[in-house]
Every structure is written in C-alpha cells, then in structure tokens.
C-alpha cells in the first residue's frame, strides 16, 4: 500500500487564529452590553459602520494585494479592530469619522505594513488615534451615562440614527445641552485649576473610584479579560504590566499628596484602562513577546498612560500610550530574549 | 526492593501534555512475528557510513552471524536476522533519513532459524576489562534503540574518556502511540537490569537511574519486581512528569540530575550517559545469550490499523508483515510514519523494512489539511511550549529572511525538533519543518563556505608554486648563461654545432 509524503509533526493544532479572535469577540459582549446600558444605541452603530469599513477596507487591500479575500476576512482579526474601535470612539460618533479610523486602520495600519501578522502598530489605536487628531470635536463629545439621579438625555434610536448618519440633531436637541466632559476631562482641568480631588470626589457624576457608569463598564470588560486569560488567549503579563504602570506610580503620587493628584482607583476605573490593559495592549500581533518583555511592554504603556493623564494635553492617554510602546517592541523582544536552555547564564541583555 | 520514588527533580521549560493514545497497543502481549520469507536488510541502520557486505550473493548465513561489518567510526555491524541464502545486495525502500531507497542485503529464509553459536556464552563479563567489554559491544551491532541508532559501543566509549557519574537509563518514552519500551520493561524487565548492570561496568559506574514516565504503572511495576528479585542497591528507579519531551537525551538528563547539557555538548559534559532501556536489553542479549541485534519490539498502531499491538519482529521484516499481524488497515488509513506522531517520517510504501530504529509504526487516518498556513500573529504561545526556551516566533522571521547571524543568536542549532510549536500554534505554521530546512541551508551554506576557502588555499598554492618553478627556471637559464659566457665563444660554437648534430639526428630517427 501507497502513502502520502509529509514532515512531522502528524498531529492537528488544537487551535486557530479565527478560534482566537471569535473568543476575544465573545470576551467583549458583557462590556458592550454595559456600553450600551449607560451611552445608548450609538455603540451599535459604530460597531456595524466600523465593522463594514473594517471588512471593505481589508478586502479591497487583499485584492490589491493579490491575496485570497475570503479565507483572510474569515479569520475575523478586522471585527476585533472593529470592535476596539467601537469601543473607543464616543457613543455619538458620524459615521464618516468612524469610517475613516476604520480604513486609516485597515488600509494603512495593517496592509500598508503587510497585513495580519506584519502590522508594527495596532491598526485600532492608530485609527483612533487618527480620527482623534483630525476629528477633535467629534471625539469629544460624550453624553452622561443613564444614571437615575445625573442630568443626562438617553438618546433614543432614532436621534442617534440621525447623529451617527447627519451629524445633526433634531431641533428640540443641542449638541451643548447633552454633551458632557467626561470624568478624565473634569478631573484633569480641575487639577489643572487647583481643585483638590477630594473636592471632585462629591460630584454627582463621581463614583465610588471612577466616573460613574464607567466603573460599571470596567467591571465588565474586566470579566471578558479575566475570561481570556481563563482561555489563555491571552497571558497575564500584559494585563498586570499595564496596570502595575499606571497603579503605581498614580498611587506613588497620591500617597504623596493626594490634594493634587487623583487616586490611582480613579485611573484604573476610567476612560480605557481596563480595556487596554485586557484588549488592546493584549494584542499579540503589535506586542512583545517574550515573557519578560511583556512585562515590560505592559507597564510601559501603563506608566505612559499615567504620564499623558496626567500632565499631557489629551484626557486619556491608552491610544498614544500603546503606540508609543509598539515601537518599542522589537526592541523590547531582543533584549528579553530568554537564556536558551544549555546557553551560560549571561547578565542583562546580550 | 526499591520502589518507585520522585526524587526533587529538575524541571523542563515547556513542553505538551499530550494525549497518549496508547491504551489500543498495550492491551496485548508482545506478538512475535514470524519469520518472512524474505528480508531485506538495510546496510545503513546507524548514524555513519553504510556497513560493508562481508559475504558473497549465494551463500547460506546462520542467524546472528555476521553480513555486513562496521565502516567509519560511526558504524555498526549488521548480523543475519534468521538463517538462510543471501539472494541479492540491491537498493529497496528503507525508512531512513538518507533518502528513499538504500542499499539493502535481501536474505531469503530457509525456515530452520539455526543461530550462529558465539562462544563463552553467558560472558563473564565482570572480569573483563571495560575495553575489552566496549569492544565485544561493538562486536554485537548494537545501537541506540530509542530511535537516534547512534552506535551504542562508540557513545560508550566516548563517554568513558569523560568523567561520569550518573547512568540514565531511558524508558520514558514521551512520545504518543508509541509503547515498545513500555511493553519491554513489562515482559522482560529482569533483561533491562541486566543490561544495566553490563552497563556500569562497562562505564565504571556504581549506580544508575531508570527514568520511566509516570503513565506507566505496569512498566514500573514489572521492573520493581525485577529489581526486588535481582537485588541490585545501585539501581534505582526514577518517575518522571508524563510530559512532552521528557524522554528527549538532554531533557531527561536535566529532569533527573537538574544539570544543563550546555548547548553543542553531550551529556557526558556533565557527566551523564543516557541508554535506551530497549538497548540495555539488546546488550543483555547479545553479552548473556550471544544473540546480536536481530530483532526488535516495534508498536504497530494508530487508527490506520485494525487492532494495534506491539510485535518482537526481526529486522528486515517488510513493514506490511506487521501490519497484517495488527489486523491489516483500517479503511482510512492514509498516512504511514516510522516512529511517533511528533518527530516520525512519513514512508510512501510498506515495503519498507523494519529497522533497528523502528520503534514505532504508525498509520492514521486523518492528517492536517494542507495549505492552511496563516501568518504568523505573534501571539508566542509556541514560545512557552518549548522545550529549550527558544523564541520560535523570532526564529521564524529569521527563517524566513534567510537571516543565518539573527538565527544562529537566536539558538536555531539548539532546536531540539521536539515538534511542540507546530501543535500549539494558531496559524499553523510547520515551524518545526521550516526550522529543519533553516539549518539544512546552513549547514549548506557552512560546507560552502568550507569548499571555497579549501579552493582559495588550493589555487594561492598552485601559484606559489608555478612562481616558484618559474624562478628556478629563470635561475637556471641565468646560471648556463652565465656559464657559456664565462667558457668563450669556442665553447658556445661547440655547444651549438652538438645541438644542431643531435637534432638531425632525432630527424633522422
């Protein structure tokens, strides 16, 4: 009897790269759901116009580049950088800012860099980071989370349909009447006014560490996050890295003088934290790799996160910080290289 | 009687707990094969250079007689696995690395199996000196039987011009299906003992670990038995983690004394000799009953045959006879690998013989679908599984840009081949194949290198020389010169007419 050639291993991988990206999918319903609890429908509609620009943006550059659309769209890598837009952008975003972050990070981000796999920067946060930059009005404006007792406007579907498609809004509403910093901006420019934090605690919009509604939906992401690390889709270096980087030294400074410093509960429950830490500094194509390293990669973008907070001009610092850090990585992975078993212990580096 | 016991044990960076899948072939007895009418004897059963044919087409062997003797230094002797006529030396499939077909000795047999008697059997092998024991282990063409057929006598007796202090005997046997020396140290455990006996003497050693994975409660079951009726304190049995590649040379030596073989070295560095238990059997046979290597226990399994087991055949035995001795094929079979699912090779018949490196035959059914390779997304979970702590994920890059300093940095000579990362990575990548044909290109690139600096020397000699001949020459033609002017002008005349004499002379002729 006859028999195929083939190199060994004989044995079927248990996993594949569309299984990873489906589960980190699932990890982030329970944080969309809270989104969508306190911000309203917009989240949906950002969702599908990212994951539309996301999914054309990827299919026509495979097709440029002569490469096979389908299998490459099936492995679902563009509906996280999707996703991770969604989540990062306002509630109330026009869909054409949305669909420029979403081509920014398709096109440019990842297959001007050579696609999946090749991609220096994570494609969600450069697209951000973009739209951010060229946009900043529209980035700015958050409405109050759905909270009892705060002044807030829920936005029923059809007026958020109507911002997302016109960018207006009907006459009985204004964009002054239901925009509201955020508690990253609030808590920034009253440090930047000599208010003490203690003083910005008893605002209505404060919660017990972070602003509330926020608290909630860093609670949430963190249940996805602690799911993929169940999963070991992600490891924990990462996550811990990050928080360690900006948990101490916010807590350093608000041990220190607490008058003008927020407290590091303040941080880690605001703005994108939790979901940096556990989304989107996690992702393993734009991180370091080694243990050591992601450790390393982590806490930078934790302590540049703290850095940008809290003396740069930008509220919230997990974009610039995760981009930052992406530079670093290649860096970061050749001076983490672990000892190769039977090599001499060597000192640092190599 | 000394039992199983867990020592503090090093620890393995990585490595797969992977399901064992060998239930199906250690259900059975060992069978015994019968002997074909036809065998078919590789000449290249070893690492080194083929073994040289000692006997002419047409004549009549005995079994365990002497066909083919060792040539090189990394040779082994190759004995008649039955009695029998010699019918032809030819090329056939073989299973082995060096290439498709290799040059076999085809033996037909005349079904008596006579042996060959080798005399002093039992040897007393306690009063010979350790030379003179490694040599008559050479004698006996055994080889390392865990699969790497190095030349058992020849890693002996490099071992022995290091200082040593432990012999590790190897019956963990990591890799799935596969359960030969499982099957081995059940049914003939007091042989294994024997074997390690023979072995420190040999080595000089007065103790010896036997390493055996904790999955295998019979395996150390039936060799604490054997060990409580020999009596022997200096052996010890040791458990080790059910854990992929534990069974590998260098990781074993690490799980059991916590020592690193430094990278490039053997575990003589420091000061560990590792055998097979199937080899220790093989010298216990050969030293105790004068039976040579000739046969061996070989599991024939996956889900490509009926009813997997584990067969005693002599080697040289067409792989299609044991597969009829497990039932014959299963309607899916359509892969066959000589040796386990993780480091195996593929074989495109099962006319192959069986070898002494044959520990396993195994057929499946299903295999990965090809052309499913994805991009590298750098996740490194094939980081974490290796065994050596290797970053597969930056070797790859490397591998791919054909970068030879950033692989070398990065340790791909110390790949070990284990197969972990391919099977934990999600874009299946065949890292491990691609790692293969990296330090094929190097190797290549290396001897290239080596050929056109040995060129370069070659050509600067011929032109030192040619220049030098040269000199001499012109010295010559200035020295004569010199020596017409300084006898006259008659002298020249005469010269000239003797010339011109001489070459009217040779127009005549």
């Excluded at chain 1, 203690?198 to 560490?209: A, H, K, L, Q, V």
């Excluded at chain 2, 053997?266 to 080899?279: A, E, I, K, R, S």
């Amino acid at each position: 009897m006859d028999f195929e050639r083939r190199d060994a291993p004989f044995v079927t991988p248990s996993t594949d790269v569309a299984s990873v990206m489906r589960q980190v999918l699932y990890a982030l319903i329970p944080a969309a759901l809270a989104y969508v609890w306190y911000f309203g429908p917009g989240f949906i509609f950002n969702l599908l116009i990212a994951a539309i620009f996301c999914a054309a943006g990827e299919a026509a550059m495979l097709r440029l580049r002569h490469r096979p659309v389908e299998t490459v769209l099936g492995d679902f890598s563009a509906m996280v950088t999707a996703a991770l837009l969604a989540f990062a952008l306002p509630a109330l975003t026009p869909w054409w800012v949305t669909a420029t972050a979403a081509l920014f990070a398709m096109v440019v981000a990842k297959h001007l860099y050579g696609g999946l796999g090749f991609n220096l920067f994570n494609p969600a946060m450069a697209g951000y980071v973009v739209v951010l930059v060229a946009f900043p009005m529209d980035l700015n404006l958050w409405t109050a989370p759905r909270i009892g007792d705060l002044d807030y406007h829920y936005l029923s579907l059809y007026e958020t349909a109507r911002y997302t498609l016109t960018g207006t809004f009907p006459d009985y509403l204004s964009f002054d009447a239901i925009s509201r910093a955020t508690p990253l901006d609030v808590v920034k420019a009253g440090l930047n006014s000599m208010s003490t934090f203690e003083e910005m605690r008893s605002y209505p919009m404060m919660g017990d560490f972070g602003g509330r509604g926020w608290e909630w939906i860093g609670n949430f992401t963190a249940i996805g996050g602690a799911w993929l690390l169940l999963r070991k889709i992600i490891r924990w270096q990462i996550p811990v890295g990050v928080l360690t980087g900006l948990l101490l030294p916010a807590g350093l400074f608000y041990f220190f003088d607490p008058a003008v410093h927020a407290s590091p509960g303040f941080y880690l429950f605001s703005g994108g934290t939790i979901l940096g830490a556990f989304f989107i500094a996690t992702d393993p194509v734009t991180a370091a790799t080694s243990p050591r390293g992601r450790l390393i990669y982590g806490f930078g973008i934790g302590f540049l996160t703290y850095a940008i907070r809290r003396w740069g001009s930008y509220a919230d610092g997990v974009a610039f910080a995760v981009l930052l850090m992406n530079m670093a990585t290649p860096a970061i992975d050749y001076l983490t290289r672990p000892r190769i078993v039977g090599h001499p212990k060597k000192t640092w580096g190599r | 009687m000394t039992a199983a016991a867990t020592y503090d044990l090093g620890k393995l960076h990585g490595g797969l707990r992977l399901p064992g899948e060998k239930e199906a072939s250690t259900a059975r007895h060992v069978q015994t094969a019968t002997v074909p009418p036809q065998l078919f004897i590789p000449l290249t059963q070893h690492v080194g250079e083929a073994a040289q044919p000692v006997i002419d087409i047409g004549e009549a062997v005995l079994k365990g007689q002497l066909i083919a003797t060792a040539y090189g230094s990394l040779s082994a002797p190759i004995h008649a696995p039955t009695s029998g006529k010699v019918v032809a030396i030819e090329p056939w499939p073989v299973s082995q690395r060096h290439g498709e077909t290799g040059p076999c000795i085809v033996l037909e047999s005349d079904g008596e199996d006579v042996a060959f008697r080798y005399e002093n059997r039992p040897l007393r092998y306690e009063s010979m000196a350790p030379d003179d024991l490694l040599q008559t282990i050479l004698d006996g063409g055994i080889v390392g039987l865990g699969g790497a057929v190095f030349p058992t006598a020849q890693k002996l007796m490099q071992a022995v011009t290091a200082p040593l202090t432990h012999l590790i005997l190897n019956g963990v046997e990591c890799e799935p299906y596969i359960s030969c020396d499982d099957m081995l140290m059940r049914e003939q455990a007091a042989e294994v003992l024997g074997g390690a006996q023979i072995l420190m003497h040999a080595l000089g050693l007065g103790n010896c670990f036997i390493a055996v994975e904790s999955d295998k409660p019979d395996a150390i079951h039936g060799l604490a038995t054997a060990l409580g009726e020999l009596d022997d304190k200096r052996i010890v049995l040791k458990q080790v983690p059910t854990i992929y590649p534990s069974g590998g040379e260098d990781q074993l030596v690490q799980l059991v004394t916590n020592l690193e073989v430094p990278s490039g070295g053997l575990p003589t560095d420091v000061g560990c000799v590792v055998q097979n238990v199937g080899t220790a059997a093989a010298i216990y046979r050969w030293i105790h009953d004068g039976e040579p290597l000739i046969s061996r226990i070989t599991t024939v399994t996956g889900d490509g045959v009926v009813s997997p087991v584990n067969v005693e055949a002599r080697i040289g035995t067409p792989v299609s006879e044991l597969i009829a001795i497990a039932g014959g094929y299963t309607e899916r079979a359509s892969q066959m690998i000589v040796g386990g699912p993780m480091t195996g090779k593929s074989v495109t018949t099962d006319r192959v013989p069986l070898v002494k490196a044959s520990n396993c035959i195994l057929v499946l059914s299903d295999v990965i679908p090809p052309d499913d390779e994805k991009p590298c997304i750098r996740c490194g979970e094939c980081a974490l599984v290796c065994p050596i702590q290797l970053q597969p994920q930056q070797l790859y890059w490397f591998a791919c840009s054909d970068n030879e300093k950033q692989l070398r940095a990065h340790g791909l000579t110390d790949c070990i081949e284990c197969g972990c990362c391919d099977l934990v990575c999600p874009s299946h990548i065949p890292l491990t194949a691609d790692f293969r044909q990296a330090k094929a290109r190097m190797r290549e690139m290396a001897d290239e290198k080596a050929r056109a600096e040995r060129a370069r020397l070659r050509f600067e000699a011929r032109s030192a020389r040619l220049q030098q001949e040269q000199a001499e020459r012109e010295r010559q033609l200035a020295g004569q010169k010199q020596a017409a002017l300084r006898a006259g002008p008659d002298a020249i005349r005469e010269i000239l007419d003797r010339n011109r004499d001489k070459n009217r002379q040779d127009d005549e002729a």
